[in-house]
């Protein structure tokens, strides 16, 4: 740790994240030549609101990864709320009572319902982790296919079509010409960064990320910090499910298939590191930012989704190869 | 003293097994108990056994390997243009090496580049998952039907006996052979030594890093090996073949009593892990659930098994220090 502070890796660490930045321009200097149209405000409005979604999740993630933990479940996580906050608004028909959608639930109850259930999956997930304490690895792994297992057992294996005005305003709604999940993002983005920064929570979570022995010596449990980055996550990712069940005017059990791996690339790109307690949610909106172009650059070139899958996982690599060879050349 | 453990770890499988032989048996009135039905599930038990001993070898060493079902899959997806280009044999070792590369690259990036081994394979999960897309074009190809009846594609997954698969006899082959080598050869020691504890065993002359990556490319040509017996056995290779096992195989591992902390581990007990996870899919596909239902049973049991683990041992080593007082 008190190696970054020498000049030689301060100035390392900086020509490492310049890198970054210039990986994002040359994206973009791409995508640009391949469309047109790209670098027009209308389609940045529009990339900024197709990144919120992986964005949110990459918001839970850098807590987590800041805490030192890793959590595979995000995507299953949303899968499963996606078909919850449709299936809450289909309640009347599969009961039998009408044949349109059922507002048994008012909005705002469906949607703090299922924040809820994802803070507490992802809340059962940090305590399975600390006080049962098995590694972070398997616990999420086992909340995956767990969560992707029950979104597919709850909704019959069915996607489920059509949900209510509020729910597609969550998803396809404009404030202006902003779109309404861009502005909830911006918001997000603030609002954890000023926590991280500036409130003894975050502090904390960085120090018990950094060196848990350290912080339980100094009065800090460490295990709390690390309950509350997974709870952080599982939220995220439920907010990201019922802002997708706006976007795509379906709760689907198949939807974000792979995207923990995505979120993880996101956040090691932006510079979080693995070891935990350095990084922070500014760092990940640039992953975010750069995960998000090659997606973009990879369907405009007509590239199908599996061999996507193959190029974000050597992606995913070679950023961490990266990361770790500038971590060697500052030792 | 943990290796003394390791020699009882399996036991609460066993006593699952056992448990669920009298559940399905008497739940089913006969259905499950009979030839057809175990000759079906001992097979599936068996291409995942095999994968799930490479698994406990990398687990022993402190490593995990989340790539094996991606193994599995384009090994035996490969294995069919392979053996239609260049004949059987050819195709087969070719089809072997690949495994043992892919094992060999996942060792080098955890070992020589300092990747974790999560990242580092579930990197190599996706881009070898796309792959096998890439190769099959997302049809299933069959081998071609003069090569069927070949000797070494019924050696390897061919029936013997009445019906019953030869992959269950590699798979037993392999199991003692293995057991061999963890428990009588140099090599096995030093797994057992690096997952222990890396820096005695360094001060010993022993290098995690050579004894790690062996145990990837050794996990690999396994994975390999059970997916070609897996392609030989049905004469296709589907794009999903080999899809979760990675999970299956970390979960097969975890209730025979491997640890994910390395050190401790069985591969007698990996056998018993696999029969277990496969009696449960035959179980819940017999008592009428979705098939979806089956994956999320997983996550609980792999969870589960972790736990009563930990607990066990945690007793065992209580009442070892009580009995020494």
């Known amino acids: ?331 | 003293m943990l290796k003394y453990l390791s020699k009882f770890l399996w036991l609460g499988a066993i006593v699952g097994i056992l448990l669920l032989i009298i559940i399905f048996g008497v739940a089913s009135g006969g259905r499950w108990l009979n030839v057809l039905n175990l000759q079906v599930v001992t097979r599936t038990a068996a291409q995942l056994g095999i994968v799930a001993i490479g698994q406990t070898l990398v687990l022993i060493t402190g490593r995990f390997d989340l790539s094996v079902g991606s193994i599995f899959g384009v090994c035996g997806v490969v294995f069919v243009p392979l053996v239609a280009a260049f004949g059987i044999w050819p195709g087969f070792i070719l089809a072997l090496l690949c495994g043992g590369a892919i094992g060999l690259l996942n060792g080098t990036l955890t070992e020589k580049l300092r990747v974790p081994s999560l990242i580092a394979t579930l990197g190599n999960l996706w881009i070898f998952r796309g792959l096998v897309f890439y190769i099959t074009g997302g049809f299933a190809n069959a081998i071609p039907r003069d090569l069927r009846d070949h000797y070494l594609i019924t050696i390897l997954g061919g029936k013997f006996a009445g019906g019953w698969n030869n992959l269950i006899f590699w798979w037993i082959i392999i199991t003692a052979v293995m057991i061999l080598v963890l428990n009588r050869t140099k090599f096995g020691n030093a797994a057992f030594a690096v997952g222990t504890d890396e820096r005695s065993a360094l001060s010993r002359g022993v290098s995690p890093a050579t004894v790690r990556m062996a145990a990837f490319i050794i996990c690999g040509f396994l994975a390999a090996f059970s997916g070609i017996g897996t392609v030989a056995d049905m004469k296709t290779g589907s794009t999903t073949l080999g899809q979760s096992m990675e999970l299956e195989s970390i979960a097969g591992s975890v209730i025979g009593g491997t640890s994910l902390l390395g050190g401790v581990g069985s591969i007698f007990g990996a056998g018993l892990g696999a029969l277990l996870l496969s009696f449960i899919r035959s179980g819940l596909i017999l008592a009428g659930a979705p098939p979806y239902w089956f994956v999320s049973f997983v996550g609980v049991v792999l969870i589960g098994a972790v736990l009563f683990n930990t607990k066990m041992r945690e007793h065992i080593l209580k009442r070892i220090e009580r009995s020494a007082l």
């Open chain 1, 1 to 331: 740790m008190i190696k970054t502070f020498t000049g030689v890796s301060l100035v390392k660490s900086s020509r490492v994240s310049l890198g970054r930045y210039f990986a994002l321009l040359l994206l973009i200097g791409i995508a640009a030549f391949m469309a047109p149209g790209f670098l027009t405000l209308q389609n940045i409005l529009n990339l900024l609101r197709s990144f919120s979604f992986l964005g949110f999740i990459s918001i839970g993630m850098t807590f987590v990864i800041l805490s030192a933990g890793l959590d595979l479940s995000v995507a299953s996580l949303l899968a499963l709320c996606s078909v919850l906050t449709a299936l809450f608004q289909h309640w009347g028909i599969y009961l039998g009572h009408t044949t349109t959608l059922s507002y048994i639930f008012p909005f705002p109850f469906i949607l703090i319902t299922v924040l809820l259930i994802g803070s507490f999956l992802g809340f059962l997930n940090g305590i399975v982790i600390t006080k049962l304490k098995i590694t972070d690895f398997v616990s999420t792994l086992g909340m995956m296919v767990f969560a992707r297992g029950l979104a597919f057992a709850i909704s019959g294996g069915r996607s489920i079509f059509e949900v209510g005005a509020e729910t597609l305003f969550m998803g396809r709604g404009m404030v202006g010409i902003i779109p309404f999940v861009a502005c909830l993002w911006v918001f997000a983005i603030m609002f954890c960064t000023i926590v991280l920064k500036y409130t003894a929570f975050g502090q904390r979570l960085y120090v018990s990320g950094e060196n848990p022995e350290a912080a339980r010596l100094s009065g800090v449990d460490p295990h709390i910090y690390k309950i509350a980055a997974y709870t952080i996550s599982g939220f995220f990712a439920a907010l990201a499910g019922v802002c997708m069940t706006g976007r795509l005017n379906v709760g689907e059990p198949r939807v974000a298939q792979g995207w923990e791996l995505d979120a993880i690339a996101a956040v090691v790109i932006g510079g979080t590191s693995f070891a935990g307690g350095q990084g922070s949610v500014v760092k990940t909106i640039l992953g975010v930012a750069i995960i998000g172009l090659i997606r973009n650059i990879l369907s405009l070139l007509g590239i199908l989704p599996s061999p996507q899958q193959m190029i974000m996982g050597l992606v995913l690599l070679f950023a961490v190869i990266l990361q770790r060879l500038g971590e060697r050349n500052s030792d």
